[in-house]
């Protein structure tokens, strides 16, 4: 499964808002989030029961992740879902302070 999210966001403001939506991530469904470098982290986890298991990179305004397919049935669902969060999380309109972590 491959997502291609555009964002006008500073990379350093990018990367903070992505940081926030890691914990989340983990507080509300026990999604684990893990940066494997500055531009880059590890999701693993289930929402719901559709297996959340892939990569977020942060490069020249665009969040692209590359995860695995969670088949047919639930593959809308979890693009969905992915970019529901991505389009809240780097809402230039939304300030910090009011992006949730639980």
Do not use: C
């Given at each position: 499964?491959?997502?291609?999210?555009?964002?006008?966001?500073?990379?350093?403001?990018?990367?903070?808002?992505?940081?926030?939506?890691?914990?989340?991530?983990?507080?509300?469904?026990?999604?684990?989030?893990?940066?494997?470098?500055?531009?880059?982290?590890?999701?693993?986890?289930?929402?719901?029961?559709?297996?959340?298991?892939g990569e977020l990179t942060?490069r020249n305004g665009r969040?692209?992740?590359?995860?695995?397919?969670?088949?047919?049935?639930?593959?809308?669902?979890?693009?969905?879902?992915?970019?529901?969060?991505?389009?809240?999380y780097l809402d230039p309109?939304?300030?910090?302070?009011?992006?949730?972590?639980?």
């Open positions: 499964m491959e997502i291609d999210f555009p964002y006008v966001l500073a990379e350093d403001d990018a990367r903070s808002r992505l940081e926030i939506l890691g914990k989340y991530l983990q507080n509300k469904h026990g999604i684990k989030v893990s940066w494997v470098d500055p531009d880059r982290a590890r999701f693993s986890g289930k929402y719901l029961v559709v297996k959340i298991d942060l969040a692209q992740f590359r995860g695995e397919d969670p088949g047919f049935l639930w593959r809308g669902r979890a693009k969905d879902y992915i970019e529901s969060k991505l389009a809240k309109k939304v300030t910090v302070a009011d992006l949730p972590t639980s």
